[in-house]
């Protein structure tokens, strides 16, 4: 089971945590009360069955406020792309064709910052 969260923290920052069905611990969050947060918690890289987890993969691509296509660097089978902390949204902010992101607006600016988590087998 995965499951994603995106919020803007309230004042006092909210600490966060899950427990597996072990017990073990799978995820804490805590932040600061402006840090907007894309949370998610999925299966680790070491989930088996040739399942690897990339955590925070900067896609590739010229940042100028144009361009809309970006490439990541394996095509993800299940993927959250992170467009300046905001959670985008499959076929309403960007396509995927494989590892090819195309946004559907404008193209990040040079100063936007893109992050791309991602399991691929």
């Known amino acids: 089971m995965t499951l994603v969260l995106?919020?803007?923290q309230p004042d006092p920052p909210i600490i966060l945590r899950w427990r597996g069905p072990t017990d073990e611990m799978i995820a804490a969050v805590a932040a600061s009360p402006e840090t907007v947060l894309a949370a998610v918690v999925g299966p680790p890289g070491a989930a088996g069955g040739g399942v690897e987890w990339i955590d925070g993969e900067i896609?590739?691509?010229t940042k100028n406020g144009v361009n809309r296509v970006f490439t990541l660097a394996h095509a993800p089978t299940w993927l959250v792309l992170a467009w300046n902390?905001?959670?985008q949204t499959v076929d309403i902010d960007f396509t995927l064709s494989g590892a090819t992101i195309t946004f559907l607006r404008d193209g990040p600016a040079a100063d936007d910052v893109l992050s791309a988590s991602y399991s691929r087998e």
Do not use: C, I, S
């Open 85 to 87: 902390g905001m959670v």
């Open 6 to 8: 995106q919020w803007r």
């Open 59 to 61: 896609p590739t691509g």
